[in-house]
């Protein structure tokens, strides 16, 4: 047996077969960012990397996401730094089960969106207390930011709201029907349920400003959230720009994943990034000069960190 075994593997060598290595990528909802852009990159890494088969999987966000990671089985994943950093550390959501996650990539700002409509007269953070709202789904990162934003604007996310726990493009059709009266989403612009919602006949979006929350978040959980803008072109009817808080978006993997394979993901990223582009904008914030640890929080992976200093990247 063990001579047929050789035989074959002798002969497979001597043919140049190459047995594909599987990788999932994980996603989150068909109404966000991550999915898109994921499927655009499970097909660059199915087309460029020799040897490598690529699947984007569907999921509720960034835990499902890092708890996929945690699994140990081979998975690329898309999540939030905020809810990375927690789970590097074993906190939170991921209390007694840390995962060895690490950075590939920083990837594009993830913005803050608190969305509702012109008619339910929602003007501040504050007119939030006693509504029902969505403060994104069980699996997601959004639910994390949400929460904390909440605490940080005086208010308390279990008392002074009453919350359904849907993904992005449930929020909007809830909103659409009046079932809801806001909704919470972090995600990249344009986010498509997003944009389906403005521009339905009849409905007029109103984004609720909070940047004055970032510093009050950044005092309990470290200096992960920024002051940032969503520019009042990207949806339709917005009034004005939208002044939101912000965090870095990221692409991790488990430590285990070996070190050529994550050289040859961050390499095809970079190498085909105009054809990523091509899937969804948000691509076109990657640059070599973005990657930095104080970007990330979560320690790049040797493989990454090889391929970004080759390309003259700093990450200190």
């Known amino acids: ?13 001597a043919t140049g077969a190459v047995f594909a290595q599987n ?5 989150g ?13 499970a097909n660059i890494l199915s087309k460029h990397v020799p040897g490598m088969q690529a699947t984007a ?5 960034s835990v499902d996401n890092l708890n996929l990671v945690g699994s140990g089985k081979p998975y690329v994943a898309f999540s ?19 995962v060895d996650v690490k950075t590939l990539l920083v ?33 997601s990162a959004t ?3 949400a929460f904390r934003l909440m605490e940080a604007a005086g208010l308390d996310p279990l008392k002074d709201v009453s919350r359904e726990r849907l993904g992005v493009a449930e929020s909007a059709n809830a909103l659409k029907d009046r079932k809801i009266e806001a909704f919470f989403w972090v995600g990249g612009l344009p986010t498509a349920a997003v944009t389906d919602l403005a521009s339905t006949p009849g409905t007029k979006i109103k984004m609720i400003d909070h940047s004055e929350a970032v510093a009050a978040m950044n005092k309990k959980w470290g200096n992960l959230y920024y002051a940032d803008t969503i520019p009042k072109a990207t949806y339709a ?16 993997a488990n430590g285990n994943l070996p070190d050529d394979q994550a050289y040859k993901i961050v390499k095809a990223v970079f190498d085909y990034q105009k054809d990523l582009v091509a899937v969804h904008q948000e691509y076109s914030n990657l640059r070599i000069a973005s990657q930095k640890n104080a970007a990330t929080s979560v320690p790049f992976h040797p493989g990454a960190e090889k391929y970004i200093i080759e390309k003259g990247g700093k990450l200190d």
Not at 1 to 13: D, G, K, Q, T, V
Not at 29 to 41: A, K, Q, R
């Open 143 to 145: 639910e994390i930011m």
């Open 80 to 98: 939030m730094v905020d809810a990375a950093l927690d789970a590097a550390k074993g906190q939170e959501k991921f209390t007694n089960r840390k």
């Open 237 to 252: 009817g917005m009034a004005s720009d939208n002044k939101i808080a912000s965090v870095a978006n990221i692409l991790v």
């Open 57 to 61: 999987e569907v999921t509720g966000g």
């Open 1 to 13: 047996m063990r001579l047929i075994n050789l035989f074959c593997a002798l002969s497979l060598a």
């Open 23 to 27: 990788i999932s990528v994980a996603t």
């Open 107 to 139: 990837l594009y700002p993830n913005r803050m969106h608190v969305v509702t409509l012109e008619s339910t007269g929602i003007k501040t953070m504050a007119d939030l207390k006693g509504k029902r709202l969505s403060a994104g789904s069980p699996g």
């Open 29 to 41: 909802g068909t109404g966000g960012v991550y999915y898109p852009m994921g499927g655009g990159l």
